[in-house]
């Protein structure tokens, strides 16, 4: 064998390895390798290709992001027509759909597949012997646009299917931006002063009307197939959720919500179930779409005017509603930042009453042209928090007022300023400003840092206003006669309080740091550094360079760190918490550590001798890694009262499972489940 064939053999198998890596992470949600093991392949592969730059071909897993950017789109027709979907806007017009359907079949019983209705931006990928060759937005229906060199950039998306496929395949599927990935872009977006996008449909549709492919490999895109174009061969399959597993099996992702019902009772069933999982879902979504299973009686239904009379759409009520702005407050944060708040004429979206929406900053409110009387679009999706998506320019009244953010603290009247960069501005106050000292007292006392049972943000204003407390360290010097002279405050919830606050005593040190505030110390980095330093005095002396050798701290944060300690008071403020009786166990690597050092575990369903948080820490404490979902790489499942589909999963896969008395023997005894 020459040299050139075994390098073309060795990337083969590289390539032919990682494909089947995409189709446990995506496909089947099961990944079975570490991130970093995955980096390794590519970079192996990356490494190889650079060598044999000829045996690199257009569809290899290195080749997401095509070089050059495109002058134009062009234009692909569809040679099957992407259909549309008709609506139903409440029960009775499913019960309609689905009594139109017995009578044209005249059949008593239909069962339905009933899927999510993502709210993304539907394409078409076509497939020619397993490779991928064409990726083309709906357009009209007839004629779309060449995404290719977008869509190609979509990790979730196989550049190559697995197994024997038809010479031709196309699949219908839906490009969305997940909420986690909307949420930080337009975050990321908003604080360098830039445009944000309304939702996530949006999201989708604008990442992949780039021109340069490289802008669409930073937006976090994703896809569920969901139907069929051209194919050169029939499939063996009778039903859709048959044809939905096929194409799983070559690879393609498919959305793991979708289920088979039957009549009108089971959609409406599910359109019940998916609603109330809504909020918690990943991906946003506007409905769900019932699709006859039977291939046969679909093709039996045909269609009108461009869409199934086999399927139909089952809208949600909108996250979008109209409402009035009544003033714009200025709120000051724990770290200073000034943000413009609307106080709205309270209306009903997404399941709550909103009367509050944060305007982020002078730029968004300059850009949406926000005035103080308009009428706006409110929008709420999943837990996060209200938006204004635009003015109703058409209400506006003839009586509006433009808003400016002051250019003096509104609190303490010190000096504001604008980080560079950055489109936020920051009152320079510092803990001199009694809205800082406010929230600082508020994340101090917060669950995820020390943890005081009882002391949430109305109680926290209470005692500041009251003169109690300035600081943390007031908190440790409440005296119970001046507790029992608040107002809704009896001898009862006084020494309660008094109790959690000495509780909040003994605490850990990656929750102390969180307390402190640090800037851009977060849960995580704060857990980080407690680990890495082990010591309270490690951290407070480290320079720069030290700092940033823990995994989660850059420059930037490193430089928040520092500058922290730096403050005499902020050192004072440290030291006397710690005289007034706050501590945490000293850190030592036991051998108990190390015992579940590689192990990794999913916690589900409710715990009733503690928290999921608890529950996460103590596995923490004792090395163990705590993830999401279930894969072969999972050690334990641990499964509380009403576990999900978790236990099912681990089941499936040969993971343990462990119930509640057994997860604590664990905790005691981890040596003894190594
Ligand atoms: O999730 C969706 N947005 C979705 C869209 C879905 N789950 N199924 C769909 N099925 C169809 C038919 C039945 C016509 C093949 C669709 C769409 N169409 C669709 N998306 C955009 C226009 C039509």
Not at 289 to 310: C, D, H, T, Y
Not at 388 to 404: A, D, E, G, L, Y
Not at 490 to 510: M, R
């Amino acid at each position: 064998m020459s040299e050139k064939e075994s390098a073309a053999l060795h990337i083969n198998a590289l390539r032919e390895e990682i494909r089947e890596h995409n189709y446990l992470y995506y496909v089947l949600d099961s990944p079975d390798i570490p991130d970093i093991e995955y980096d390794r392949l590519m970079r192996e592969l990356e490494n190889l290709e650079a060598q044999r730059p000829e045996l690199i071909t257009p569809n290899s897993p290195t080749q997401r992001v095509g070089a050059e950017p495109l002058a134009a789109f062009q234009q692909v027709k569809h040679t099957v027509p992407m259909l549309s979907l008709n609506n139903a806007f409440n029960e009775q017009e499913i019960n309609d759909f689905d009594q139109r359907i017995k009578e044209r079949l005249d059949l008593q019983i239909i069962t339905y597949v009933a899927e999510p209705k993502l709210d993304g931006l539907a394409v078409s990928l076509r497939y020619e012997q397993g490779q991928l060759v064409q990726c083309a937005t709906r357009g009209d229906g007839q004629t779309g646009e060449d995404v290719t060199h977008n869509v190609k950039t979509i990790h979730s998306v196989p550049l190559s299917l697995r197994g024997k496929v038809p010479d031709i395949l196309e699949v219908r599927g839906e490009v969305f931006m997940p909420k986690s990935g909307f949420e930080k872009y337009n975050q990321q977006q908003i604080a360098a002063g830039e445009k944000a996008f309304a939702n996530p449909r949006n999201a989708a549709a604008g990442s992949l009307r780039q021109l340069d492919p490289k802008i669409t490999a930073k937006r976090p895109l994703s896809i569920y197939i969901y139907g069929l174009g051209e194919i050169s061969a029939e499939l063996e399959v009778s039903t859709h959720y048959e044809l939905l597993q096929v194409l799983k099996e070559f690879g393609l992702p498919v959305c793991p919500e979708i289920q088979v019902v039957e009549n009108p009772e089971g959609c409406l069933a599910y359109y019940q179930q998916l609603g109330e999982k809504r909020n918690a879902l990943p991906y946003e979504i506007d409905g769900v779409v019932f699709k006859v299973n039977e291939i046969a009686l679909q093709k039996r239904m045909g269609f009108v005017s461009r869409a199934p009379r086999w399927a139909i759409a089952h809208k949600f009520p909108a996250h979008e509603e109209l409402t009035k702005i009544l003033d714009i407050d200025v709120q000051v944060g724990r770290t200073g930042a000034l943000t413009p708040v609307a106080r709205l004429e309270p209306v009903f979206v997404g399941g709550v009453t909103v009367t509050n929406a944060t305007l982020h900053n002078q730029d968004e409110i300059d850009r949406k042209d926000i005035r103080i009387g308009d009428t706006v679009i409110i929008r709420r999706a999943g837990d996060v928090i209200p938006q204004i998506v635009s003015v109703v320019k058409s209400r506006r009244p003839k009586k509006t007022q433009t808003f400016h953010l002051p250019e003096r603290c509104p609190i303490c009247d010190s000096d504001v300023e604008r980080d560079e960069g950055e489109a936020i501005v920051r009152c320079m106050g510092g803990l001199f400003c009694s809205a800082q000292q406010k929230e600082a007292i508020k994340h101090y006392a917060s669950r995820k840092a020390m943890d005081i049972d009882g002391l949430g943000d109305k109680l926290v204003e209470q005692l500041f206003d009251a003169d109690l407390i300035k600081n943390v360290v007031d908190l440790y010097q409440l005296p119970i006669a001046d507790l029992i002279k608040l107002e809704r405050m009896g001898e009862k919830s006084a020494s309660n309080l008094l109790q959690a606050i000495e509780k909040s005593k003994h605490t850990t040190l990656a929750h102390f740091l969180y307390a402190l505030g640090i800037r851009e110390v977060g849960e995580s980095t704060a857990r980080a550094l407690a680990e890495h330093f082990k010591s309270l005095p490690a951290i407070m002396v480290a320079d720069l360079e030290t700092l940033q050798s823990v995994s989660d701290v850059g420059p930037i944060v490193a430089k928040h760190i520092e500058t922290f300690f730096k403050q005499a008071h902020n050192r004072e403020v440290v030291e006397k918490l710690i005289a007034a009786g706050v501590n945490w166990p000293a850190i030592v690597v036991s051998s108990a550590k190390q015992a579940l050092e590689k192990k990794t575990f999913v916690l589900t369903g409710t715990l009733s001798s503690m928290g999921r948080d608890e529950a996460k820490a103590k596995l923490q404490t004792l090395g163990g890694k705590v993830t999401g979902s279930v894969s072969k790489n999972t050690n334990y499942v641990i499964a509380g009262s009403d576990p999900g589909s978790k236990v099912a999963k681990a089941e499936k896969l040969g993971v343990k499972v462990l119930d509640e008395t057994e997860f604590n023997s664990l905790l005691e005894h981890p040596e003894e489940f190594v």
